[in-house]
């Protein structure tokens, strides 16, 4: 079993930076990793992914301002959210699957006008 722990949302201005972080309880060396969102009133949306050769994939929406990345040695993924606009607001979730999928707690972020 995987527990999946994020942090790093908040409350930030248009144009402003964040860095989720999802931290495992266990090793995730050999996981595939993804970042959903989901905004208000909306259905949760793939963001970006990493394999475990470090090869990632994003969604058009964040192409180019978010980057993901992950330290093993950690159990830990990170999501560096640069650009931020206010269609970003969200909670962001991580997700992983082995035997069964595991999802994170949620991390709010909210970016302001």
């Known amino acids: 079993q995987v527990q999946l722990v994020e942090s790093g949302g908040g409350l930030v201005q248009a144009g402003g930076s964040l860095r989720l972080s999802c931290a495992a309880s266990?090793?995730?060396?050999?996981?595939?990793m993804v970042w959903y969102r989901q905004a208000p009133g909306k259905q949760r949306e793939f963001v970006a992914s990493?394999?475990?050769?470090?090869?990632?994939n994003y969604a058009n929406a964040v192409k180019g301002r978010f980057t993901i990345s992950r330290d093993n040695a950690k159990n830990t993924v990170y999501l560096q959210m640069d650009s931020l606009k206010p269609e970003d607001t969200a909670v962001y979730y991580c997700?992983?699957?082995?035997?069964?999928?595991?999802w994170g707690q949620g991390t709010q972020v909210t970016v302001s006008s």
């Open positions: 997700y992983t699957r082995t035997d069964l999928p595991y």
């Open positions: 990493i394999s475990s050769d470090r090869t990632t």
């Open positions: 266990g090793s995730i060396s050999f996981n595939f």
